[in-house]
């Protein structure tokens, strides 16, 4: 539904931000707490953190016109990295799917252990059990056989971005 947090411009996080109540007051300190995040994994010089993504298509659709200009300026930017792999699932194609049911990230750890992570509205929470584990990396499988190469996900990018001008 939203552009996952490390692939956000600091534009778009404003805004997502500003929709709940609770983060009142401190917006600024939940960008700089984001930005941070990015520095230190998938935006450091060395050894930079490989990111995997997948997006749904009307995720790149929401919010203001400016806003989503920029978002989508910032993403064809990611996606040049070598690390960073951006994908689409194309919202009129697929129709409904396990994706639609929330976000998810699943990592793995240099020693070859994987930790999931659910976003929700408050805070989200670690999954770490085996089983609740192996549901998401299904889930992934299964959402991953709906998304769009990288290189035909960026040239769609660039067609929404070419549409913003």
């Known amino acids: 539904m939203l552009i996952p947090g490390l692939l956000q411009c600091e534009a778009y996080?404003?805004?997502?931000?500003?929709?709940?109540?609770r983060n009142a007051g401190r917006i600024d300190e939940l960008i700089a707490a984001r930005c941070a995040r990015q520095a230190n994994t998938i935006l450091r010089e060395e050894n930079p953190v490989a990111l995997s993504a997948i997006i749904?298509?009307?995720?790149?659709r929401r919010?203001?016109?400016?806003?989503?200009?920029?978002?989508l300026g910032h993403l064809v930017d990611m996606?040049?990295?070598?690390?960073?792999k951006i994908r689409l699932v194309l919202a009129e194609s697929e129709g409904i799917h396990v994706?639609?049911?929330?976000?998810?990230?699943?990592?793995?750890m240099p020693d070859g252990r994987r930790f999931g992570h659910m976003d929700d509205q408050l805070t989200g929470h670690p999954?770490?059990?085996?089983?609740?584990?192996?549901?998401?990396?299904?889930?992934?499988?299964?959402?991953d056989a709906l998304a769009l190469p990288v290189v035909q996900s960026r040239d769609v990018i660039l067609r929404m971005l070419d549409e913003h001008k």
């Open 79 to 84: 996606g040049h990295r070598p690390h960073v």
């Open 127 to 143: 999954v770490t059990s085996h089983s609740d584990l192996g549901h998401l990396e299904l889930a992934w499988e299964e959402i």
């Open 13 to 21: 996080m404003r805004a997502v931000f500003s929709t709940v109540p």
């Open 56 to 60: 749904g298509e009307m995720a790149l």
């Open 63 to 71: 919010g203001p016109r400016d806003i989503v200009k920029g978002q």
């Open 99 to 108: 994706g639609l049911s929330g976000s998810f990230n699943i990592a793995t």
